[in-house]
Antibody, heavy 121, light 107 residues
Framework: QMQLQESGPGLVKPSGTLSLTCVVSGDSVSSGNWWTWVRQPPGKGLEWIGEIFHSGITNYNSSLKSRVTISVDKSKNQLSLKVNSVTAADTALYYC??????????????WGQGTLVTVSS | EIVLTQSPDFQSVTPEEKVTITCRASQAIGTNLHWYQQKPDQSPKLLIQYASQSFSGAPSRFSGSGSGTDFSLTINSLEAEDAATYYCHQSSSLPHTFGQGTKLEIK
């Protein structure tokens, strides 16, 4: 069974860069999946950040696009998220998740446990 | 961007009740609509994919229906463990979006 585990600094300073990784086990990042990042501000709903296919194809939420980079590291079987120029509004629980690439409109069928990032000086 | 609007935002229900949560899309999305359950301090879990297909492991009391712009999630014979927030999600067009969530409280 696939497992996803997010990690990264829990505290980032305003205007800095948020960097997270998601280690994939039980499957390969080179398999037929979109690898996705979703975030959830404390006490609020879910926001789709973006996704990547192992070939390098990416889709980003336009509300964040200019500040976000998602990448995959096949050698480490993990994906990464970078958000630059962060503000307090980027404080959230960040999840990695996955869905099938070859099925249009597929659902996020596996999720990590999430990692909390607080933006504060 | 497709906006998903869930109704209600909150509902307090008793065990064994039947509950229906609706999700309306601002544009037609076919059946590319999915439902998730999120319990406190847990990550979301997929319940229903493609509007009406039960995901592996989802209890049979959960069912979904709809297409186009109007969708619903029904929980038959509610159990105490169903206390959670439920989200709809569309992956029909970019950016993918989620409904605002519906919180179910069990009396």
């Amino acid at each position: 069974q696939m497992q996803l585990q997010e990690s990264g600094p829990g505290l980032v300073k305003p205007s800095g860069t948020l960097s997270l990784t998601c280690v994939v086990s039980g499957d390969s990042v080179s398999s037929g999946n979109w690898w996705t990042w979703v975030r959830q501000p404390p006490g609020k709903g879910l926001e789709w950040i973006g996704e990547i296919f192992h070939s390098g194809i990416t889709n980003y939420n336009s509300s964040l696009k200019s500040r976000v980079t998602i990448s995959v590291d096949k050698s480490k079987n993990q994906l990464s998220l970078k958000v630059n120029s962060v503000t307090a509004a980027d404080t959230a629980l960040y999840y990695c998740a996955t869905r099938h690439y070859y099925y249009h409109g597929s659902a996020l069928n596996y999720w990590g446990q999430g990692t909390l990032v607080t933006v504060s000086s | 961007e497709i906006v998903l609007t869930q109704s209600p935002d909150f509902q307090s229900v008793t065990p064994e009740e039947k509950v229906t949560i609706t999700c309306r899309a601002s544009q037609a999305i076919g059946t590319n609509l999915h439902w998730y359950q999120q319990k406190p301090d847990q990550s979301p879990k997929l319940l229903i994919q493609y509007a009406s297909q039960s995901f592996s492991g989802a209890p049979s009391r959960f069912s979904g229906s709809g297409s186009g712009t109007d969708f619903s999630l029904t929980i038959n014979s509610l159990e105490a463990e169903d206390a959670a927030t439920y989200y709809c999600h569309q992956s029909s067009s970019l950016p993918h979006t989620f409904g605002q969530g519906t919180k179910l409280e069990i009396k």
